[in-house]
């Protein structure tokens, strides 16, 4: 089982809704509790929310006052997660198959650390498959990137990767805990990044599970923000040896 943990600031667009339903529609079977937290400042907005999660089972919902991904799960986690397993899942994010049977599977093999799926844009190009690092030829990381970003959409095979997003990303509780969390030091992101980097420092493999594929909003239920001093941040931590 795996207990899934969603952040979300506005349920004004809807989005939330659909991540909600899709998520119990397709994987309600693999799921131990869904956990959301609810950061904005409308009240009636939460009331809601909650009223809407009366309708699926072994769901609850928190509150809190500021957005910020690692500091909240990290809280969400610690407060909340019962599991094996925990799912970090964007509330942007609608699911097109049941990805988290598919993802369960892969975690059975005690060499992968965490997994993470395709995501793709509403126009159906790919916004994720894994994350790839960008090295200088002396083997400095300059950055990372999503790999086939913004090809067409196509049948692409499950293959290790440096990271997955946190948008969609799967592990085992004890091992997210024996590593510390994602690093609070992140304001905006990047803290998947570095998750999964230190994943693979304790010889964990990451994978991205491309046999199943959710459609990915981006960003669209919060503004984007700058990220120059989380970059340089996340770019010293891969260098570490």
Known sequence: MVDVVMLTKSAANGLVYMALTELAVKSRQHIGNLILCYTGDDKE???RLNKFLDDIPVSSTTSWDYYNFAKLNNKLVKEHVESEHVLFMNDDVILQDDALGPCLELLKDK????????????????????????????????????????????RLPNYDAVGVT????MMRTADFKSIGGFDERFKH??????????LRDKGM????????????????????????EDIDLMISIMNEK
């Open 205 to 228: 493999r990451i994978i991205c599970n491309n046999s199943v594929e959710a459609i990915h909003f981006e960003s669209v239920t919060r503004k984007q923000a700058s990220c120059r």
């Open 166 to 169: 946190g948008a969609f990303l």
């Open 45 to 47: 907005e939460l009331m």
């Open 111 to 154: 060499s992968v650390g965490a997994v993470g799926i395709k995501l793709v844009y509403p126009n159906r190009t790919i916004q994720h498959a894994g994350v790839f690092a960008a090295y200088s030829n002396f083997g400095e990381c300059k950055g990372v990137g999503h790999m086939h970003w913004k090809e067409p959409n196509r």
């Open 189 to 198: 992101c990047f803290e998947d990044v570095v998750l999964c980097k230190r």
